[in-house]
Nanobody, 126 residues
Framework: QVQLEESGGGSVQDGGSLRLSCSAP????????MGWFRRQAPGNERELVA????????LVKDPWRGRFTISRDKVKNTIYLHMNSLKPEDTAMYYC???????????????????WGQGTQVNVSS
């Protein structure tokens, strides 16, 4: 079972920033898509926030583009979600996930992600 280790959640005020981290085994990091999802309430679907293709291309979904960025450190086998100008509606559990990639430039679709981290909670207060 692949283990994804997340960290970096917490509580901030409206307008604040957080950085989430997710580390993965090198074999996964170098060959798979990796992404960040969020779920605002138990029972809700997880929404894709941002992701990497294995070759390094990135995607930040529209609701978060301009405030969130995704980066990675290939030495540490870690991806990051940089969350700026946080709003109360960003409050959610954030999950790191990975999916097998078809090729280096392939941006995996949400439904292809099958392996998840335990989640890290982000709370933004007004």
């Amino acid at each position: 079972q692949v283990q994804l280790e997340e960290s970096g959640g917490g509580s901030v005020q409206d307008g604040g920033s957080l950085r989430l981290s997710c580390s993965a085994p090198e074999t996964i990091f170098s060959t798979n898509c990796m992404g960040w999802f969020r779920r605002q309430a138990p029972g809700n679907e997880r929404e894709l926030v941002a992701s990497f293709a294995s070759g390094g291309s990135t995607l930040v979904k529209d609701p978060w583009r301009g405030r969130f960025t995704i980066s990675r450190d290939k030495v540490k086998n870690t991806i990051y979600l940089h969350m700026n100008s946080l709003k109360p509606e960003d409050t959610a559990m954030y999950y790191c996930a990975t999916a097998p990639s078809r090729h280096a430039g392939y941006m995996c679709r949400s439904q292809e992600y099958r392996t998840w981290g335990q989640g890290t909670q982000v709370n933004v207060s007004s």
